[in-house]
């Protein structure tokens, strides 16, 4: 309950892709609205991406929109985010959980579940 593993972080140059996984449980898959937050260093963490439990429906960060892309696979109970083109400053450890009330909320709450996994991007 309330538990997830991400996964796939690394270190890549800019322009270069990383997937992360969220893996959990299928009825979390299906009882959550589930996202994606990151934390860089002397930085307030910030929501990045979420899914939507209803309909699938995605919210993604301006600072991520056109290079990231989430979704979830119920026969995998996992959670991906495909990170393409990826900058310096998208450096940061990113963490997987519950968004609540839901994605598009004024001020939605990513809850971070797992202990996460870094991103570093530099040459």
């Known amino acids: 309950q309330f538990q997830v593993v991400e996964s796939g972080g690394g270190l890549v140059q800019p322009g270069g892709s990383l997937r992360l996984s969220c893996a959990t449980s299928?009825?979390?898959?299906?009882?959550?609205?589930m996202g994606w937050s990151r934390q860089a260093p002397g930085k307030e963490r910030e929501g990045v991406s979420c899914?939507?439990?209803?309909?699938?429906?995605?919210y993604y960060a301006d600072s991520v929109k056109g290079r990231f892309t989430i979704s979830k696979d119920y026969a995998r109970n996992t959670v991906y985010l495909q990170m393409n083109n990826l900058k310096p400053e998208d450096t940061a450890i990113y963490y997987c959980?519950?968004?609540?009330?839901?994605?598009?909320?004024?001020?939605?709450?990513?809850?971070?579940w797992g202990q996460g996994t870094q991103v570093t991007v530099s040459s």
């Open positions: 299928e009825s979390t898959l299906r009882h959550y609205n």
């Open positions: 899914i939507s439990a209803n309909d699938g429906h995605t």
């Open positions: 959980g519950a968004v609540t009330p839901f994605c598009y909320a004024d001020y939605p709450l990513y809850h971070p």
